[in-house]
């Protein structure tokens, strides 16, 4: 079986006049390579990469003959077609025609999964089943509390009343893009709106450095946190987020801001983490995130992946480290997990049940594609 055809598209959503921000950056609504594979026996994959810089130098790649190395190659072999990719980010090639690192890591992402959602059809086994099949349902989490412009207390219970009542068992508040009395203030409102009997979790986006994480994860503790989320700032983040873990007993959590599984395998290493929180649409695809779920199973580390849970949830559920996924159940912030799939699999009561189809078990929906797509080859 070989690889016959490419179809790269870029989802993107309109720039909105408010937009939500984590401590130090604008989180984009969407901006995300989507490919399509197609083999000579007539079977589809699809696969997404998630980008928070600017993708124009993916696009830049795939217009420049990236999807040569792609087509012809065998989807039932994704470890050789994914280190074919990542060997690009190493060699003179991709220096000569002005493919950034960065770039090719995603699109190597993208590519892997829509290999293995090829898999999977080819099987007729939905990913997760495919992949150990541990259990069918998973935890997951709403993200919420974004910092926005005047945004008050009062806009933030609302806020947490509306996804409360969608029925969500886990919520993760963001914190550090303002003074840490004031987001203490912030995230015990956000305890007092969901109650004593959820989960509450916490993320810092690397804002802090390690003095500011120590006291913050004091004053923390009282509201019970299941995670302190990228707590420390990047340059020295995985000595700091070790040392911070033995000044306090909120578990910590890291991973989505590797470019790498190296670097993700270097926090579990350092035994700096509780949680590792790595993205295959970001990174490696499901080809290094079982290697990274397996690394993690064996080290007593939790996955919890970030983004994506329509994606993730079939690594999650695969694994016995496997803990929770990821959700934006409120369209304003995330319209992609709102439209982009006709039959998404069900979020109710703070889980998340998979789809039995084959492969990924996803179907794009037209009109999504529509609306955000931009078919670029």
């Not at 990924?360 to 931009?374: N, Q, T, V, W, Y």
Request: charged share 25%; proline share 6%; net charge negative.
């Amino acid at each position: 079986m070989k690889i016959s055809h490419l179809e790269v598209h870029i989802l993107r959503a309109p720039d909105e006049s408010r937009p939500h921000w984590v401590s130090h950056f604008k989180v984009p609504k969407a901006n995300e390579i989507l490919v399509r594979l197609r083999t000579d026996a007539g079977v589809e994959g699809i696969g997404l990469a998630t980008s928070y810089t600017p993708i124009e130098a993916a696009i830049h790649a795939f217009r420049t003959g990236i999807g040569e190395l792609v087509v012809g190659a065998n989807p039932l072999a994704p470890e050789r077609l994914y280190e074919k990719l990542f060997a690009l980010t190493s060699q003179r090639l991709a220096h000569e025609k002005g493919w950034s690192r960065e770039a090719i890591v995603r699109i190597s992402a993208a590519v892997d999964i829509a290999v293995w959602d090829i898999i999977g059809k080819v099987a007729n086994l939905p990913l997760y089943r495919l992949f150990g099949g541990y259990r069918s349902e998973v935890p997951c989490y709403v993200t919420c509390a974004y910092y926005r412009d005047g945004k008050d207390m009062a806009e933030l219970r609302d806020e947490m009343q509306m996804l409360k009542a969608q029925g969500h068992k886990g919520f993760k508040g963001k914190v550090g893009g303002a003074p840490l009395a004031e987001d203490i203030e912030r995230m015990a409102l956000v305890r007092e709106v969901i109650g004593e009997d959820k989960d509450l979790m916490i993320d810092v986006n690397r804002a802090w450095d390690l003095p500011t994480a120590i006291e913050g994860a004091r004053l923390l503790e009282p509201l019970r946190p299941r995670w302190l989320e990228e707590p420390v700032r990047w340059a020295d983040d995985r000595r700091e987020l070790k040392l911070l873990s033995q000044r306090t007993k909120i578990p910590l959590s890291a991973g989505e801001s590797e470019l790498t599984s190296y670097g993700c395998r270097a926090l579990i290493d350092e035994q700096a983490i509780q949680i590792l929180q790595f993205d295959c649409t970001m990174m490696g695809g499901f080809t290094e995130g079982r290697k990274l779920a397996a690394l993690c199973e064996l080290n007593h580390v939790e996955v919890a992946p970030h983004h994506d849970c329509f994606i993730h949830a079939h690594i999650v559920a695969a694994s016995p480290a496997g803990c929770i996924v990821e959700s934006f159940t409120d369209p304003e912030r995330d319209p992609l997990q709102a439209e982009l799939f006709e039959n998404p699999p069900k979020i109710a009561d703070g889980l998340l049940t998979l789809n039995e189809q084959p492969g990924l078990g996803l179907s794009l929906s037209p009109s999504a594609m529509k609306k955000f797509g931009e078919r670029i080859l």
